[in-house]
C-alpha cells in the first residue's frame, strides 16, 4: 500500500498518517519528493484497507500495490535517488567512479592503485577486505588487517571505501573504517545479512546475483529498504549464461529496464560482467550508454601478479585510459539528456559550464585531443549522444560559437532520456 500525499500536506497531517499507520502495527517510510511526499507501507502479510486512510486530511490518494516490491519503486519515489557519502554522490549528475583492486594484497599494491584512482578524478576506492572465493584454497583477503591499509588511504587520498561484507559480524568494522557496503553476488540472498546492512547507517551497494532475476535482485533491495536504510545502489555485474568468451554475461538491458521501474541508481561492473581486461573498457563505455549512474572498475598495478581476480584487472594507465573519456562522454549525454526544447541558449550555457566545474577528471587538453580526434560536423546526423566529442571540446576552444551551434540545433537533435 501506498498513501500519496497532497502536495499542500503539512508536516503535521504527514505525522498523523505515519502514527496511524504504527498504530495498526505496520511500518510506515515516509518518502518526501519534490513536489509531494508519498508513505510507504510494510509489514503487512495480506492486503491492507486502505479506506482508513483515504478521510485523512493531506491524503491525496491511496494505492495498492500489486507487484511484490513497494519501496525500491517509481510509485513511492518519482524522483531519482541521490546516494550521497560526504562529497562523493552516485545517482546524481556526476558519473561515479568506483575503482580499485580485487583484493587489498599489501601496502604498496594498495598506494599505488589508490593514486590512480585518485588521480582519474574518481571518488570512491574498492577494495575486498574479505573475499567470498569459490575454493577454500585460495586467496580469502586480508582480513582485519587490511584496515589498516585502508584507513591510510582513505586518509591520505581522501577516497572514499567500498568493500563487500561476506558475514554479519564484517559489518560494524565496515561501519568504524568505511563508507559503503558491498553486498557480493553470492550474498544477494542472504537475507539475514541484507537485514542488517538495512539497519546500518551507510549506503548499501547491492551487487545482482549471477542466477537472479530482475524481481529477485530488486526484492533483495526492498528487504534493505524494508528495515529503513534507503541509501542502496544496484550494480549489474554480469548473469552466468552459456557463453564461453566472457565469465559472466554483462546485461545491460537490465539498467534501463530498471530505470522504468526503480528510483534507485544502478551502476555497472564490466570487470566482473567480462572476466577479461580488453573487454572492461567497451563495456564500460556501453554500460554509461545506457545509462548507467556509475561504473565499478577493478585496477591492479601488476595484474599478472595478482592474487585474485588478475585477467580483470586493468592497469593503472589502461584505467587511466578509460576514465578521461567516459566522464567527458557522459557529461555530454546527460547534457543531451536534461535540456529541454524551450531553454534559451544562455540557461543551456550556464548549464555546460556547471558541468565543466563539476567534473574533477575535465582536461581542456584532452578535450582538444579529442575535438582533433572527433569528427568535424556536429548535426543531428552522428546521433544526439555522440555528438558529445565535438560539444565537449568546443565548450574549451570557444564559448561564443558553441552556444550559437546549441542555438542553431533542432529541437530533435536534443536526447531523450532512456
Ligand atoms: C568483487 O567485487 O570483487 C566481487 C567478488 O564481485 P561479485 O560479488 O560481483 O562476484
Ligand atoms: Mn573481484
Given at each position: 500500500?501506498?498513501?500519496?500525499?497532497?502536495?499542500?500536506?503539512?508536516?503535521?497531517?504527514?505525522?498523523?498518517?505515519?502514527?496511524?499507520?504504527?498504530?495498526?502495527?505496520?511500518?510506515?517510510?515516509?518518502?518526501?519528493?519534490?513536489?509531494?511526499?508519498?508513505?510507504?507501507?510494510?509489514?503487512?502479510?495480506?492486503?491492507?484497507?486502505?479506506?482508513?486512510?483515504?478521510?485523512?486530511?493531506?491524503?491525496?490518494?491511496?494505492?495498492?500495490?500489486?507487484?511484490?516490491?513497494?519501496?525500491?519503486?517509481?510509485?513511492?519515489?518519482?524522483?531519482?535517488?541521490?546516494?550521497?557519502?560526504?562529497?562523493?554522490?552516485?545517482?546524481?549528475?556526476?558519473?561515479?567512479?568506483?575503482?580499485?583492486?580485487?583484493?587489498?594484497?599489501?601496502?604498496?599494491?594498495?598506494?599505488?592503485?589508490?593514486?590512480?584512482?585518485?588521480?582519474?578524478?574518481?571518488?570512491?576506492?574498492?577494495?575486498?577486505?574479505?573475499?567470498?572465493?569459490?575454493?577454500?584454497?585460495?586467496?580469502?583477503?586480508?582480513?582485519?588487517?587490511?584496515?589498516?591499509?585502508?584507513?591510510?588511504?582513505?586518509?591520505?587520498?581522501?577516497?572514499?571505501?567500498?568493500?563487500?561484507?561476506?558475514?554479519?559480524?564484517?559489518?560494524?568494522?565496515?561501519?568504524?573504517?568505511?563508507?559503503?557496503?558491498?553486498?557480493?553476488?553470492?550474498?544477494?540472498?542472504?537475507?539475514?545479512?541484507?537485514?542488517?546492512?538495512?539497519?546500518?547507517?551507510?549506503?548499501?551497494?547491492?551487487?545482482?546475483?549471477?542466477?537472479?532475476?530482475?524481481?529477485?535482485?530488486?526484492?533483495?533491495?526492498?528487504?534493505?529498504?524494508?528495515?529503513?536504510?534507503?541509501?542502496?545502489?544496484?550494480?549489474?555485474?554480469?548473469?552466468?549464461?552459456?557463453?564461453?568468451?566472457?565469465?559472466?554475461?554483462?546485461?545491460?538491458?537490465?539498467?534501463?529496464?530498471?530505470?522504468?521501474?526503480?528510483?534507485?541508481?544502478?551502476?555497472?561492473?564490466?570487470?566482473?560482467?567480462?572476466?577479461?581486461?580488453?573487454?572492461?573498457?567497451?563495456?564500460?563505455?556501453?554500460?554509461?550508454?545506457?545509462?548507467?549512474?556509475?561504473?565499478?572498475?577493478?585496477?591492479?598495478?601488476?595484474?599478472?601478479?595478482?592474487?585474485?581476480?588478475?585477467?580483470?584487472?586493468?592497469?593503472?594507465?589502461?584505467?587511466?585510459?578509460?576514465?578521461?573519456?567516459?566522464?567527458?562522454?557522459?557529461?555530454?549525454?546527460?547534457l543531451d539528456v536534461n535540456f529541454s526544447s524551450s531553454e534559451t541558449t544562455r540557461s543551456r550555457w550556464m548549464k555546460l559550464q556547471t558541468w565543466r566545474r563539476s567534473t574533477s577528471a575535465f582536461r581542456p587538453d584532452r578535450a582538444r585531443r579529442a575535438k582533433r580526434a572527433s569528427a568535424k560536423k556536429s548535426s543531428c546526423d552522428s546521433g544526439p549522444r555522440f555528438?558529445?566529442?565535438?560539444?565537449?571540446?568546443?565548450?574549451?576552444?570557444?564559448?561564443?560559437?558553441?552556444?550559437?551551434?546549441?542555438?542553431?540545433?533542432?529541437?530533435?537533435?536534443?536526447?531523450?532520456?532512456?
Amino acid at each position: 500500500m501506498l498513501i500519496v500525499m497532497k502536495p499542500s500536506a503539512t508536516a503535521h497531517e504527514i505525522d498523523a498518517v505515519v502514527n496511524v499507520v504504527q498504530a495498526i502495527g505496520l511500518r510506515p517510510h515516509p518518502m518526501p519528493g519534490a513536489t509531494r511526499t508519498a508513505i510507504g507501507i510494510t509489514g503487512n502479510e495480506g492486503p491492507v484497507d486502505g479506506r482508513r486512510f483515504e478521510n485523512l486530511p493531506g491524503v491525496a490518494e491511496v494505492i495498492r500495490v500489486t507487484k511484490p516490491y513497494k519501496l525500491i519503486t517509481l510509485d513511492l519515489r518519482p524522483e531519482k535517488t541521490i546516494v550521497r557519502t560526504g562529497d562523493g554522490t552516485i545517482g546524481g549528475s556526476e558519473l561515479a567512479i568506483i575503482a580499485g583492486p580485487c583484493a587489498i594484497e599489501n601496502r604498496e599494491q594498495a598506494f599505488a592503485v589508490a593514486r590512480a584512482v585518485q588521480q582519474s578524478g574518481a571518488r570512491f576506492f574498492r577494495g575486498g577486505v574479505w573475499k567470498p572465493r569459490t575454493s577454500p584454497y585460495t586467496f580469502q583477503g586480508l582480513g582485519e588487517k587490511a584496515w589498516e591499509i585502508m584507513a591510510d588511504i582513505r586518509q591520505a587520498f581522501g577516497l572514499k571505501i567500498v568493500t563487500e561484507a561476506v558475514d554479519e559480524s564484517n559489518i560494524d568494522l565496515i561501519e568504524e573504517h568505511g563508507d559503503i557496503i558491498q553486498i557480493g553476488a553470492r550474498s544477494m540472498q542472504n537475507f539475514s545479512l541484507l537485514k542488517k546492512t538495512g539497519r546500518s547507517k551507510l549506503p548499501v551497494l547491492l551487487k545482482r546475483g549471477m542466477a537472479a532475476t530482475l524481481e529477485e535482485w530488486l526484492l533483495a533491495a526492498e528487504y534493505i529498504m524494508a528495515e529503513g536504510n534507503y541509501n542502496v545502489i544496484l550494480c549489474e555485474r554480469g548473469v552466468r549464461t552459456f557463453a564461453q568468451h566472457t565469465r559472466n554475461t554483462l546485461d545491460l538491458a537490465a539498467v534501463p529496464a530498471i530505470r522504468r521501474i526503480s528510483h534507485l541508481p544502478v551502476i555497472v561492473d564490466p570487470s566482473h560482467g567480462t572476466g577479461t581486461a580488453y573487454m572492461v573498457t567497451p563495456l564500460a563505455r556501453a554500460g554509461v550508454a545506457v545509462g548507467a549512474d556509475g561504473l565499478m572498475v577493478e585496477v591492479h598495478n601488476h595484474p599478472e601478479l595478482a592474487l585474485s581476480d588478475g585477467a580483470q584487472a586493468l592497469t593503472p594507465s589502461e584505467y587511466a585510459q578509460l576514465v578521461a573519456p567516459t566522464i567527458s562522454c557522459s557529461i555530454s549525454a546527460s547534457l543531451d539528456v536534461n535540456f529541454s526544447s524551450s531553454e534559451t541558449t544562455r540557461s543551456r550555457w550556464m548549464k555546460l559550464q556547471t558541468w565543466r566545474r563539476s567534473t574533477s577528471a575535465f582536461r581542456p587538453d584532452r578535450a582538444r585531443r579529442a575535438k582533433r580526434a572527433s569528427a568535424k560536423k556536429s548535426s543531428c546526423d552522428s546521433g544526439p549522444r555522440f555528438r558529445s566529442w565535438a560539444s565537449v571540446s568546443d565548450i574549451n576552444a570557444s564559448p561564443k560559437r558553441t552556444a550559437e551551434r546549441w542555438s542553431a540545433l533542432p529541437d530533435s537533435c536534443m536526447g531523450k532520456h532512456p
